[in-house]
């Protein structure tokens, strides 16, 4: 009875063993406010669920906590991959009520969403750090990308030795400055798209289901 009981449990954990590996990777989309993070996460599981992540909003630090997106599964040039999209906070060194006043808040409103808000960094920095298995790093390509919170960032996710896309967004503005992220961050392949208007989608995806396979 004994040597079919350790037969029946090793049998078992081959076979959790199998079904894990298959399990859907969670990939976090990470990045500054407002760099456009929930709108690409909202236009990938639109695209491919028909469903949408969260909310989205020019006021920054809409999302105030992560949000996820389960087997979401992605085809491209003949490879397939099945991910959790994880829509985490924009993360920042400081959140200031103030900025919150200028969009029409009452005070009282404003220190609480920037208390929010800044639950929500720490909160993304949990997930960084414990539950992503890679990374989709979004910039605003109209924005200087040499900051600290970037530099900080890039550095955690290589330091967990975790793969990363960077995206420089908003390519559909006169402003945007692809190059100037590609310089910031030359270890890196930098894929320019809008994800407001669904530009250069198809390039993400053929990425995406390489990278994260």
């Known amino acids: 009875m004994g040597l079919l009981t350790s037969l029946k449990d090793s049998i078992t954990r081959v076979t959790d063993g199998l079904f894990a590996s298959e399990e859907p990777k969670r990939i976090g989309i990470y990045g500054p406010p407002n760099a456009g993070k929930t709108t690409l996460a909202n236009r990938i599981a639109r ?8 909310p989205e909003s020019h006021i920054p630090h809409e999302t105030r906590r992560a949000r996820r997106k389960e087997g979401v599964t992605i085809e ?10 994880v829509d985490t906070p924009g993360v920042t060194t400081k959140v200031d009520y103030e900025e919150f006043l200028e969009h029409d808040m009452e005070k009282e409103d404003a220190v609480r969403r920037s208390r929010e808000a800044t639950e929500g960094v720490a909160e993304a920095m949990h997930w960084l750090r414990e539950d992503v298995d890679g990374v989709i790093y979004v910039l605003d390509s109209t924005e200087d990308p040499f ?10 996710i290589e330091s967990q030795e975790l793969p990363v896309l960077i995206l420089a967004n908003k390519i559909d503005k006169e402003e945007s400055d692809i190059q100037r992220i590609a310089n ?17 989608m198809d390039e993400v995806y053929e990425n995406i289901a390489e990278y994260f396979a």
Do not use: C, Y
């Open 184 to 200: 910031a961050f030359p270890q890196h392949e930098t894929i320019p798209l809008s994800a407001l208007e669904g530009q250069n």
């Open 76 to 85: 491209r040039s003949g490879k397939e991959v099945t991910i959790d999209i």
């Open 147 to 156: 900051t600290q919170v970037n530099t900080m960032l890039i550095g955690i």
């Open 47 to 54: 695209d491919w669920t028909g469903d949408a992540v969260g």
